[in-house]
């Protein structure tokens, strides 16, 4: 039998001696903990917030594995009982080529087990009956703990999913295959939520979608096909070849580089360069028979891939557009002004600007500008200008092009090389639920949008012509003697949005939009920091929602939770927030949530007080309505009611919500 065990448990067999060896010195100490000699000892966890797994040691008789595992809780102490607890996967890496010339290393499945011994002291015992086990390959076992209790029935337990790779003989793996971290799907996975089925981990997810299920089960279904598929829409998945990849492709934008980053911690990262494979290719690249020759030469395996597509050509191919479009992007900018006049009208200047930050005369460009788009409210912290007319200001918010395809638009005139555009009157000094001093403030948010054939700008008349989305800027005016308002960006900053989306996210890219992209230079200085907020939002995110009023909960204090609850993506606070700014409330009147009949001309809203819908929109309106109104709140009342009450809510009487408990109480 062979009895091999891991370096760390004989380091801490040693440390164990050697504590042993201190306390036979005459030491009048406290015994301490009883348990295994280098491992916490004491009363078994009576608690179990975080579930740690470690595999001690990987002994063998024959090719059957027998895995030691340790758990314990957030407090490292042992934890006993566990019932739903499993070896889900035990595969080997096979290495590239053994397969098949061109293919790359897979992982090959070998046995699993969901029987084991609970040694009563925070150990468990697996013994793995294998198929195909090869001494000299990487093992990796991916541990489970389902969701529930201890065995005592009360104690609850987190899932937990857990992978250690060792060599053939118990010991540190020496090679193994990590392409992309788990840490990058964290960015916009939330970590501990499940990615698909009921799985966390991107290790669980490669030990079960092998290239061995693939050949079996259909292309689809072989991780390095299947990960790509799911994030670009180029074509369906799932079992039914029903699933669309939409959401996950406008996030990702085809930009390998937002899950393959290079790192120290992953020596396989460069894997999808070097190795390149029919069924890796054919996710995204689609319209393809290989084995017929239709839309590519004609080829019965990956033997001859790399023969064209090598490792530089590779990376050049899928990454060099993506840094063209970036460094095009930062070609330009805008520093824009709104300055208010005494009879309510507010005159807009724009100026485009070099990598440099200086001024370029706008003439040169006008004919290269495919839209340069402004948006105008009044009211930063809570807009009285609706997308559709607000109740009770009447108004909509003012969108006005200043040039679109290459022409100035009427009213717009050339001053000292800027774009001049006068509004002719705005709602200065209205009743607000923010205060009258804040509608002395308007704002405008500037979306710009610029022909161009790949480096460098064109006319919009031109053949083959190209347009990008560029940084969009935002400028405020406040009324003549009056202080200027701003609404606060210590919520959320733009930052956190750039985590999943990138830096050249297109936010607004068609439907009559340029598209913004948002950059230091919508920033404001915050404690020293520059901060890119989403204040610009609210210019068409109103309280009064947007094209369909409430109907698609589009204010922003909605907008946000509804899109992103809704694709299942964002499942806790910290993803996007870095504060909860809660004394805003104090500034905000009522929302519009529903919408009488969204097909009327008037497209009558239905309102809800701010902090009610603000929860509503993750937690849905009726599920909370009773309790919402039983604590001074309206839900889908009119809009005067909803306004009356939208200072009475009690809600932060008991309520206490922070971005890492927002179910925190006060009692």
């Excluded at 340029?514 to 950059?519: A, L, R």
């Excluded at 947007?546 to 109907?551: A, E, F, N, R």
């Excluded at 204010?555 to 910290?574: F, R």
């Excluded at 969204?598 to 009726?622: D, K, M, R, W």
Aim: charged content about 20%.
């Amino acid at each position: 039998m062979m009895n091999k065990k891991n370096s760390k448990l004989a380091l801490m067999l040693v440390a164990s001696a050697v504590s042993v060896a201190l306390t036979g010195c005459g030491s009048d100490g406290d015994d301490g903990k009883d348990g295994i000699p280098g491992l916490p000892g004491g009363e078994p966890a009576e608690a179990i917030q975080q579930l740690k797994l470690e595999v001690l040691s990987v002994t063998y008789e024959g090719d059957n594995p027998t895995l030691k595992v340790f758990a314990t809780n957030e407090d490292d102490e042992a934890v006993v009982g566990l019932s739903a607890f499993e070896v889900k996967k035990a595969v080997q890496l096979v290495p590239a080529g053994a397969t098949g010339a061109g293919n790359s290393a897979e992982w090959q499945l070998i046995g699993s087990q969901n029987e084991f011994t609970d040694n009563k002291n925070g150990t468990y015992s697996f013994t793995i009956e294998t198929e195909g086990f090869n001494p000299e390959l990487t093992q990796r076992y991916n541990l489970i703990v389902s969701a529930g209790t201890l065995l005592d029935g009360t104690t609850t337990v987190p899932r937990t999913e857990f992978t250690q790779d060792f060599d053939g003989e118990g010991y540190d793996a020496k090679y193994t295959k990590n392409v992309v971290s788990t840490e990058a799907c964290q960015a916009c996975h939330a970590e501990g939520e499940s990615i698909y089925h009921s799985y966390t981990s991107l290790d669980t997810c490669t030990s079960c979608h092998t290239d061995e299920l693939a050949r079996t089960n259909g292309v689809q279904t072989g991780f390095n096909h299947l990960i790509h598929n799911v994030h670009n829409n180029n074509k369906m998945y799932g079992r039914n070849m029903d699933k669309s990849a939409e959401t996950a492709n406008n996030i990702v934008q085809d930009n390998c580089q937002n899950c393959h980053v290079e790192s120290e911690e992953l020596p396989e990262w460069g894997n999808w360069t070097r190795i390149p494979t029919m069924e890796t290719c054919s996710s995204c690249h689609t319209g393809i028979d290989f084995e017929a020759g239709q839309g590519h030469p004609q080829q019965s395996d990956n033997s001859n891939c790399i023969a064209c597509h090598n490792a530089s050509w590779t990376e050049e191919i899928h990454t060099s557009g993506l840094a063209e479009k970036k460094a095009f992007i930062d070609m330009y900018g805008m520093n824009s002004t709104l300055t208010v006049n005494e009879d309510n009208s507010a005159t807009l200047s724009v100026s485009i600007t070099d990598a440099s930050g200086e001024a370029i005369d706008v003439t040169s460009l006008v004919s290269q500008i495919q839209q340069l788009e402004t948006i105008t409210n009044v009211g930063p912290n809570f807009p009285v200008m609706g997308y559709n007319p607000n109740p009770g200001t009447g108004l909509e918010h003012v969108v006005e092009d200043l040039v679109s395809i290459g022409e100035l638009e009427d009213g717009v005139t050339i001053v000292d090389g800027n774009l001049e555009y006068t509004i002719p009157s705005l709602p200065f000094g209205v009743d607000s639920p923010a205060g009258i001093q804040d509608t002395y403030t308007a704002f405008s948010f500037i979306g710009l949008n610029m022909c161009n054939d790949g480096t460098s700008t064109v006319a919009c008349d031109s053949e083959d012509v190209m347009t990008t989305v560029m940084k969009a800027d935002m400028t405020f005016g406040t009324f003549p003697g009056e202080v200027e308002s701003m609404r606060h960006i210590n919520s959320v900053s733009f930052s956190t949005c750039e985590n999943c989306h990138g830096e050249t996210f297109e936010i607004h890219n068609g439907n009559g939009h340029p598209g913004f992209i948002m950059t230091e230079q919508l920033g404001r200085e915050i404690d020293g920091e520059i901060v890119v907020g989403i204040d610009g939002c609210v210019t068409c995110h109103t309280p009064d929602g947007t094209y369909l009023s409430g109907g698609n909960q589009g204010a922003l204090e909605m907008k946000l939770h509804s899109v992103h609850g809704k694709q299942g993506i964002i499942k806790d606070c910290t993803q996007c927030h870095n504060d909860f700014n809660l004394d805003a409330f104090k500034l905000k009147g009522a929302l519009a949530t529903e919408v009488v009949d969204p097909y009327t001309p008037s497209q009558v809203s239905l309102y809800t007080t701010p902090i009610t819908a603000t929860c509503a929109s993750c937690h849905g309106f009726e599920e909370i309505k009773l309790h919402a109104e039983g604590q001074g709140g309206v839900v889908n009342g009119s809009y005067e009611d909803a306004n009356a009450s939208a200072q009475l809510e009690f809600c932060m009487g008991c309520h206490a919500p922070t971005i890492f408990d927002h179910t925190a109480m006060k009692m």
